[in-house]
């Protein structure tokens, strides 16, 4: 079986588990766009501008958080578990057990991506076309590979029990000073200082170019540089964890 038939079977398999788990699927799902509710809502409501700004910033929070929270405390969760003792029996590569990893983290994360467009198309002035949404899409689904890679580097280097308080703080740590809740000019001078090196600035960057029009190549750059350094952090996390539970 070729690799992109065995990543879809892989990605399939793990889609069922999770959408069998209704307490996991709606808060993961729907918590981005309550949270857009009750903190920037009001803000939003204002006018075209700020509705984009905040909708994209938002869509941005929610990719980022699904992938680092959820899915890194999930793969942390499940390492002990005996269904990942069986996927490890199979003829995979790293490739495919990766590969269908990010399918699975990234199809959640349009999904909470696209609650918070919904909720704000129906309640704010925002001001985006179709084009444009197609555009952020494409970059929800780019941008967001790096999160998930990061999300399964602290799923195979921290142990189940840190790994819910590891996620939290770096999740919304990178929220906050990545701009994602505030835009980046009301933040502290230290953290503007640091905020356009995050891959949450770099990501919300790439986002606002959506609306604003200016261009998304630094930000592309800036992703893709994480996406590099923690793909192979996190291909190292998995072979250290298979030497130490099957070598």
Known sequence: MSTLLLTRAHARIALLDLFRSPGYVVPTVAFPALFFALFD????????PVADATTLAFMAFAVSGVCLY???????????????RYLR?????????????????LVFAVLAAGCVAVFSHFTTPIDLDAQ?????????IAGGVPFVLIGITIGYWVSARA???????????????GGLWLPPQYLPHAVQQLSPYLPTRQFADLLWSVSSGSGAAHALAGLAIYTAIFAAIAAIGYRRDERKRYA
Not at 41 to 47: D, E, F, I, P, S
């Open 41 to 48: 809502l009001q803000y939003a409501r204002t006018q075209a």
């Open 70 to 84: 959820q899915f890194g405390v999930g793969i942390a969760a499940e390492r002990g578990r005996p269904w990942e």
């Open 89 to 105: 029996t199979l003829p995979a590569s790293i490739a495919v057990r990766f590969g269908a990893r990010i399918v699975s983290a």
């Open 132 to 140: 444009q949404w197609l555009q952020a899409a494409a970059f929800v």
């Open 163 to 177: 790994a819910v308080p590891v996620a939290t703080a770096l999740n919304l740590l990178l929220a906050y000073a």
